[in-house]
């Protein structure tokens, strides 16, 4: 069974920093891009960053210069360090993985995990 757990979210204030995790587990073979989205309340899912197997990054502009992603393939985990943090930093953060490969033959187009909440006081 594939699984993409994240770790990391918790409360911090303006200016912080957070450090996210998110493992992709369950005998993968390879995983394309993996990624970071986040939805605040009432709002729709939107894009993060995201990044290559071959380590290209892509980011939204409103976290350029702020939040880093990296991955470690070897480990089928993806991280996203987020400093400088904003109020509106403030969602539940989803991993996302896309064409992720398995042993058994399985391929898994498009992939989320469950969430983790990150919230950013004033």
């Known amino acids: 069974q594939v699984q993409l757990v994240e770790s990391g979210g918790g409360l911090v204030q303006a200016g912080g920093s957070l450090r996210l995790s998110c493992a992709a587990s369950?005998?993968?073979?390879?995983?394309?891009?993996m990624g970071w989205y986040r939805q605040a309340p009432g709002k729709q899912r939107e894009l993060v960053a995201v990044?290559?197997?071959?380590?290209?990054?892509n980011y939204a502009d409103s976290v350029k210069g702020r939040f880093t992603i990296s991955r470690d393939n070897a480990k089928n985990t993806v991280y996203l360090q987020m400093n400088s943090l904003k109020p509106e930093d403030t969602a539940v953060y989803y991993c996302n993985s896309r064409d992720l490969r398995t042993y058994s033959g399985s391929i898994y187009p498009d992939y989320w995990g469950q969430g983790t909440q990150v919230t950013v006081s004033s």
């Open positions: 990044i290559t197997s071959g380590g290209s990054p």
């Open positions: 369950g005998s993968i073979v390879s995983i394309d891009s």
